[in-house]
């Protein structure tokens, strides 16, 4: 008998139980997950400053990554990020490297629209050219994002609106890249697992892509 004919699985429908605890299937299963460190500016030029774990590539032609905001479950549903694009249609994708982990968390705290996260957290605005929220002038890798498409998944509490930005201009440190091969022992960079649990991407390995 085959060995996985003998272990025992175990069923899960969603809509069977609360979406807080699919949340905690998903974020446990989906790992690790890469972290878009995101930068907008509102109306009034307040800039803003948050991770998101639901994150990733969307096209490479022309140049897409998408993430999507969740909504809150308490107080305010809408994200001030997802805000300040739907009312500039600007924001910049930062790369999260390990050397400022701690600073990146700190962006993840809930606080009032006119707080400034570059403040609260002690990193540094660096001024994009084709945007206007800043880059993280820490993170080794930005990417400078115009508003492709929002879709609004869902706006129940834990839903969420899946932005896609068409990326304008890449910044890549110095030293870091060679015919546009991005070294990742330099980018360092990390990924979320569940809870308050992180992970780091320097324990790798290479497979040969079948022909």
């Known amino acids: 008998m085959p060995e996985h004919d003998t272990i025992k699985m175990l069923a899960f429908d969603p809509r069977d139980h609360a979406p807080q605890d699919i949340y905690k299937l998903m974020v446990g299963s989906i790992v690790p997950r890469p972290i878009a460190f995101v930068s907008t500016m509102d109306a009034n030029g307040i800039a803003n400053l948050a991770p998101f774990s639901f994150f990733t590539a969307a096209s490479a032609n022309p140049a897409v ?97 899946l932005v896609l930005g068409e990326v304008l201009r890449f910044h890549v440190r110095e030293g870091l890249v060679e015919e546009f091969r991005i070294d990742p022992a330099g980018l360092n960079a990390i990924g979320r697992m569940a809870g308050k649990t992180y992970a780091r991407t320097t324990d790798r390995f290479d497979m040969e892509r079948p022909l």
């Open 65 to 161: 990554v998408c993430f999507c905001p969740m909504v809150r479950r308490v107080g305010s549903p809408k994200k001030d990020t997802l805000r300040n694009i739907e009312e500039t249609g600007e924001f910049v994708v930062n790369i999260v490297s390990g050397e400022f982990a701690e600073k990146m968390n700190a962006c993840a705290a809930e606080v009032a629209p006119e707080i400034d996260e570059f403040e609260l957290s002690g990193l540094t605005p660096l001024a994009s050219q084709l945007v206007r929220p800043p880059r993280v002038a820490e993170s080794r890798v930005q990417m400078e994002c115009r508003l492709l498409q929002l879709v609004r998944v869902s706006d129940k509490p834990m839903g969420g609106t």
